[in-house]
Nanobody, 126 residues
Framework: QVQLVESGGGSVQAGGSLRLSCAVSNYPYADFCMAWFRQAPGKERESVARINSRGITTYADSVKGRFTVSTDNTKTTLFLQMDVLKPEDSAKYYC????????????????????WGRGTQVTVSS
């Protein structure tokens, strides 16, 4: 079965950086959309960054210019480089995957994704 395992979360001061990783195994499809979502207590889970198998990346406005999503050459690891972190970036971060891609990127809703990791906590202090 498809497995996604996140790592790299932690605590950092505002203005700092973190790099999240998501190891993907047993993914049987050539096409993919992979995304990072986050969920803070009492809030909806929101998509912050997405990349598809054609290399198209898209971002939420709240992280554009600060976060960068990428994969390794084998497409088995998804990364999220997070720079200039703000306290409002504090949340549990999840990676997700689906074989459904769009011509201009990836879906942004949690229902668009079939496979999920268990999440990694990011805490940004002011």
């Amino acid at each position: 079965q498809v497995q996604l395992v996140e790592s790299g979360g932690g605590s950092v001061q505002a203005g700092g950086s973190l790099r999240l990783s998501c190891a993907v195994s047993n993914y049987p499809y050539a096409d993919f959309c992979m995304a990072w979502f986050r969920q803070a207590p009492g809030k909806e889970r929101e998509s912050v960054a997405r990349i598809n198998s054609r290399g198209i990346t898209t971002y939420a406005d709240s992280v554009k210019g600060r976060f960068t999503v990428s994969t390794d050459n084998t497409k088995t690891t998804l990364f999220l480089q997070m720079d200039v972190l703000k306290p409002e970036d504090s949340a549990k971060y999840y990676c997700a995957a689906t074989p459904r891609i769009l011509w201009n990127g990836c879906g942004v809703d949690r229902d668009d994704y079939n496979y999920w990791g268990r999440g990694t906590q990011v805490t940004v202090s002011s």
